[in-house]
């Protein structure tokens, strides 16, 4: 086919350099180009999605920082707790046994 030859290409470019850009597209971009709408309101949709994605994200963060910092203290609690134990287990097990 013709179109595809490099004799056709070279005068078909500035045609549509001239004619095209200029004058056919503002035209069309004022018209609202429905899959060009369609694609802007996707693209914001998943912006919003991923913004609401993203303070999740944070959130999520925020609380596992606190439930490891509140488990770090729970084994130090435990850690005392058992540590007193082991002490009074010690301090019965060393006294003599009176027999009245």
Request: aromatic share 8%; glycine share 0%; with cysteine.
């Amino acid at each position: 086919m013709f179109l595809d030859e490099k004799p056709f290409i070279y005068l078909w470019r500035p045609l549509y350099r001239r004619l095209l850009v200029p004058y056919v597209y503002p035209v069309l971009n004022r018209a609202g180009n429905p899959a060009v709408v369609d694609f802007r309101n996707e693209i914001d949709r998943l912006q919003e999605q991923n913004r609401t994605l993203q303070k999740q994200l944070t959130d999520l963060d925020n609380l596992i920082r606190q439930l490891i910092a509140r488990s770090s203290q729970l084994e130090d609690d435990l850690r005392s707790q058992w540590l007193s134990t082991e002490q009074l287990i010690l301090c019965i097990l060393s006294q003599p046994i009176h027999n009245d």
